[in-house]
């Protein structure tokens, strides 16, 4: 049976999970279900020690802000270049950081996100955030911020963020429709693995509606498959498709490694946009 690790934000170290009330599939029984959200970063260090991360609850708030959405079909016509995909997105998505975990105070970067709007929400892994006290958001340009979490939900793995920044500065994101995937699309992951900032990886859709489980009980079914290298720092980051539309947000891998070994999953953006009016507006559960 797959070994799932979760990760709190205030123990250096990952603690095994319940296992989930079923059965996973056979091909999830070879190597480990993991969050990919998080990287220690030690002051001054160059390097740092891995682990998986998953999910906690936040604090109330609301939001007025918008969020672009669009109902495009299969990314598999599409001529977009990976250059012009991550020209388009990467403005948009974001580093997390708990500034207040390692030590002697050091930061720790634990995962991404993508601007919602210009209101300043942000959508993330509800793990990613998990035991945080101080969170920060870095922007593409190297703007670091404060941000409060607004909602949270542990069953879906989503959370909501905000920071208080000039709405001119925020490049809200696009999102697509998950329902139109299909597999052998191209897609594209960006986000911060391994705390590096910025980082576009290309792929296919290697599957669709597979199976996971949250740490708060929950089963995250419909998940997308894709073999774009996904490694821990990139929870709660985009996956898009070639028109550079969000069309999941990226949570888990299976490996033996806790690194990449090209099977990775995302939440649908489908299964995400139902749930944005009520994180934005202080859902936590």
């Not at 970063?41 to 740092?48: C, D, L, Q």
């Not at 990314?75 to 997390?96: C, E, F, G, L």
């Not at 490694?257 to 953006?269: C, L, M, Q, S, T």
């Amino acid at each position: 049976m797959v070994a799932h690790q979760y990760f709190d934000n205030s123990i250096p170290s990952a603690a095994p999970a319940a296992p989930p009330t079923s059965p996973p599939p056979k091909r999830f029984r070879r190597g480990l279900l993991i969050a990919v959200a998080a990287l220690t970063v030690a002051a001054g260090a160059g390097s740092g020690a891995t682990t998986a991360a998953l999910i906690d609850e936040g604090t109330a708030g609301s939001s007025t802000g918008t969020v672009a959405t669009t109902t495009s079909t299969s990314t598999s016509s599409s001529s977009t270049t990976a250059a012009s995909v991550y020209k388009q997105d990467s403005p948009s998505v974001v580093t997390i950081t708990d500034v207040m975990s390692g030590p002697q105070g050091s930061g720790q970067a634990t995962g991404s996100g993508i601007v919602l709007d210009t209101s300043g929400d942000i959508l993330t892994n509800a793990h990613v955030i998990a035991g945080g006290r101080q969170i920060q958001v870095t922007f593409s340009d190297g703007r670091t911020v404060n941000a409060t979490v607004v909602g949270s939900s542990s069953s879906a793995d989503l959370a909501v963020l905000r920071v208080s920044v000039d709405a001119s500065t925020l490049y809200p994101v696009t999102l697509g429709n998950s329902d139109s995937v299909q597999v052998g699309d191209t897609v594209y992951a960006i986000g911060s693995p391994f705390g590096l900032s910025g980082t576009l990886t290309e792929g296919i859709v290697s599957n669709v509606n597979q199976s996971g489980s949250a740490s708060g009980g929950g089963n995250l079914t419909g998940l997308l498959q894709t073999d774009a290298a996904i490694n821990p720092g990139n929870s709660g980051g985009p996956l898009v498709n070639a028109q550079g539309q969000v069309i999941g947000i990226n949570n888990s891998i299976i490996s033996p490694v806790d690194g990449n070994v090209g099977v990775g999953f995302a939440i649908p953006i489908n299964q995400v946009k139902p749930l944005l009016s009520s994180l934005e507006g202080g859902l936590n559960v």
